[in-house]
C-alpha cells in the first residue's frame, strides 16, 4: 500500500531541439506521443510542449518544452529513471543501444538494482534500470558486464551478498512501509 496523499505522475523538461528528444524517446525507449501544442512563455515567446506516455492510463508521463537556455554551467538533471519490467528487458535495451552507436552506456550494479547509464541527445542522463529481490546499503555503485546473460543474476546475488545490509527486499520493503506509516492495517 503506497503512502497516502501524493504519488508520482510525471515530469517536464526544457529542451534545445524537440524533435531530436521527441525520437530519441519515442524511437529507443518506446514512449508514445499523446498531444503536442504551444503555450507562451515567461517572456511571451510560444514554446512548444510535446507530451509523452508509455501508459494508457497517464495522459503523460514527460512534457518536453522548448526554451532550454543554449549555455548551461552544467546539466540540472542528475538522472530521469525508468524502470524495467525484466532484467531480460533491460539486457535487450542494452543490446539495441549498442547496435544503434550508443558509446556513452555505463551498465552498473546498485547492489539492489541493475542500471544502464546512457545519455538522451541533449545530455540528460538517463537510467534504465530493473530492480533485483534484495536490499543493500547505499550509495553503491560497481561496473557490471552485461554480455552474458546466462549467468548475470547469479554474478549479481553473489556481489550482493558481500556488500553491507543484504537481505530479501521484501524484508527492507517492510521496514519502510512502517517507517512510513503504511504498513498494513495502518490507520491515517
Avoid at 82 to 101: F, P, Q, W
Avoid at 106 to 122: K, L, Q, R
Amino acid at each position: 500500500m503506497p503512502r497516502p496523499g501524493f504519488s508520482f505522475s510525471h515530469f517536464g523538461m526544457y529542451v534545445n531541439d524537440v524533435a531530436k528528444v521527441e525520437d530519441f524517446y519515442t524511437r529507443i525507449l518506446d514512449f508514445t506521443v499523446t498531444d503536442r501544442g504551444q503555450l507562451p512563455g515567461p517572456n511571451g515567446t510560444p514554446m512548444d510542449l510535446v507530451f509523452l506516455s508509455r501508459d494508457p492510463d497517464e495522459h503523460h508521463q514527460i512534457v518536453l518544452i522548448t526554451g532550454r537556455p543554449e549555455a548551461l554551467a552544467f546539466n540540472p538533471i542528475n538522472q530521469i529513471s525508468l524502470k524495467a519490467d525484466s532484467l531480460k528487458t533491460l539486457c535487450a535495451m542494452y543490446r539495441t543501444l549498442m547496435a544503434g552507436g550508443m558509446t556513452a552506456l555505463v551498465p552498473v550494479t546498485h547492489g539492489n538494482a541493475v542500471s544502464i547509464y546512457v545519455p538522451d541527445p541533449e545530455g540528460n542522463r538517463l537510467e534504465l534500470y530493473f530492480d533485483l529481490p534484495w536490499y543493500v546499503s547505499q550509495p553503491m555503485r560497481v561496473s557490471i558486464d552485461l554480455a552474458d546473460e546466462a549467468t548475470l543474476m547469479q554474478r549479481l546475488e553473489a556481489h550482493a551478498r558481500s556488500l553491507p545490509g543484504f537481505k530479501p527486499r521484501s524484508e527492507w520493503r517492510a521496514e519502510m512501509a512502517r517507517r512510513m506509516g503504511v504498513e498494513q492495517g495502518a490507520k491515517h
